[in-house]
């Protein structure tokens, strides 16, 4: 696996054409995000009004999750064939999410992330690819009071080798332990949850950012 393939759209645009697929979202997996979630169970309630970004959408499966669980909620991605195949799969929805082309490494930031607008940020699966010091410092700003970082991510130290991954699944990138330690210790509250047996797959809930700095 190339890193730095995968961190164009270009690369992105073949595999999606390819019908390259990521991991299913189960019927467990939102299940614990709704547990877990601080802003669902206490600061608002998800039926009313409450404002959800799903960065590194992809294809949308967990954009529409959260549409299903009540959110406002928008997908971004820097992939224009993730997000055609993604608005073909929302179409029909009750409520459907809204998406919008972005490259959150280099593009300006949309202004539907007004400062103290939104109150979920989730990227499921796609932390690792993003620049970390900079997406962290502008969530900051993006979330409400109360707000949640919701990161479901790989386990670098846990991946298998490419050659171990199934037929059109593309291999994850992960965050190492050193990382997520790193990650967990910028944030006054911090919850977890594996989202496997093994603990390859984890998510961590994350409010109320301890100061300014991710570098």
Avoid at 20 to 28: D, G, L, M, R
Avoid at 51 to 74: F, H, K, N, P, S
Avoid at 113 to 130: E, F, K, M, N, W
Wanted: contains cysteine; glycine residues 6%.
């Amino acid at each position: 696996m190339i890193v730095q393939e995968q961190r164009t759209a270009e690369h992105w645009n073949l595999a999606y054409r390819h019908g390259t697929v990521f991991e299913k979202v189960t019927p467990a997996e939102r299940k614990m995000f709704e547990t877990f979630v601080r802003t669902i169970r206490e600061a608002k309630d998800m039926r009313v009004g409450c404002r959800a970004v799903d960065i590194g959408c992809g294809t949308g499966e967990w954009t529409r999750a959260l549409a299903a669980m009540g959110t406002d909620v928008r997908g971004f991605d820097f992939s224009a064939v993730a997000l055609s195949k993604a608005r073909t799969m929302s179409l029909g929805a009750r409520v459907g999410p809204t998406y919008e082309l972005w490259d959150v490494n280099t593009d300006p930031i949309p202004t539907f992330l007004a400062p103290g607008s939104i109150d979920i940020v989730t990227c499921r699966l796609s932390l690792s690819y993003l620049d970390m010091a900079r997406f962290l410092t502008d969530v900051r700003r993006w979330l409400a009071p109360e707000g949640v970082l919701h990161v479901v991510t790989k386990v670098a130290e846990a991946l298998p080798e490419a050659s171990e991954t199934r037929e059109h699944q593309l291999p994850h990138h992960g965050l190492t332990k050193d990382q997520l330690s790193a990650l967990r210790q910028r944030w006054h509250s911090v919850d977890g949850y594996k989202l496997d047996p093994d603990g390859k797959t984890i998510a961590l809930v994350l409010q109320n950012p301890a100061d300014s700095s991710f570098s």
